[in-house]
């Protein structure tokens, strides 16, 4: 499946209507996943929507747009090689497991070069020991997609590719 929220700003840029993206996405939908098509509608509506949102050059207060606009990086995900497990992607990986590193030690830190995190529930500052299997818990959490949308919420992602 395509990077929707991509080619819905591709075809925003080349005029396309609203209908006629929609109608696309609804394709990309039925395509490849196994959902009823009212129900695609409501998700390609939710896109479109959420890229008009997000659109910078719609933004008219300068110091905003000025503080959300981020200079090019003038390197490509696929030339990088980011999100492929590539050179790139360990590289990123690296940098945000620096700029991401607190006083808390976890289970599975950024420094793993993982898009996964774990800590013990023990570890956490604060939480009350109320039996030895509540001690024994780890909660995980996964990020995963956030490298085709590093264009959109830079600030979200902290780092920028086009």
Not at 109 to 131: H, M, N, Q, T
């Amino acid at each position: 499946m395509s990077d929707l929220e991509g080619l819905t700003r591709k075809l925003l840029e080349k005029g396309y209507s609203k209908e006629k993206i929609i109608k696309r996405l609804v394709k990309e939908y039925l395509d490849f996943k196994d959902i009823e098509k009212h129900l695609a509608y409501i998700y390609a509506n939710a896109i479109y929507e959420e890229c008009e949102k997000s659109d910078i050059s719609q933004v008219s207060d300068l110091f905003i747009k000025d503080l959300l606009e981020i200079p090019e990086a003038k390197i490509s995900t696929g030339k990088q090689g980011l999100g492929c497990r590539g050179a790139g992607d360990f590289f990123v990986h690296k940098l945000l497991g620096k700029i991401s590193k607190t006083n808390e030690i976890p289970l599975l830190a950024p420094s793993a070069l993982d898009d996964a995190g774990a800590v013990r529930i023990r570890d956490i500052k604060g939480y009350k020991k109320k039996g030895e299997i509540n001690n024994n818990l780890i909660i995980v959490s996964k990020m995963e997609g956030i490298h085709s949308r590093l264009s959109d919420f830079p600030f979200l992602c902290g780092f920028h590719v086009i």
